[in-house]
């Protein structure tokens, strides 16, 4: 009896350290699904929810998804200013694409079709 309490107790030990790690992947992230993933990491805290395997990919792929998306608000918006300050018009319908790890084609009423280099090895 002793033995299986201080298992169960060590498994949760272990899913709390885990959910910790998992919270600093999705620290300073936005949106519904990391609110939902914070939400069941409180959960594994308290003991109400085990972290599965399951559980735990779900959150890493939250995580990435949502830094990916960060990254992409964040390239749109120093070329939003970089482009103000040579004097364009860049509004919000601006976008990018890249289509390789070195070149990004820029699309937007203005400049569609422009392409440019982005300054790192293929």
Known sequence: MIQVHNDEE????R???RAGELRVHLRGLDGADVASALADLAMV???GRELSGALDDRIVRIADHAQAQADRVYAMDVLRS???ALGYEVGEEFATI???ADTMVLSGPEIAGVRGRTGRAA
């Open 45 to 47: 805290d308290a003991g």
């Open 15 to 17: 899913s709390r350290r």
């Open 10 to 13: 060590r498994i949760r030990a």
């Open 98 to 100: 890249l289509i390789r």
């Open 82 to 84: 970089e482009f103000a």
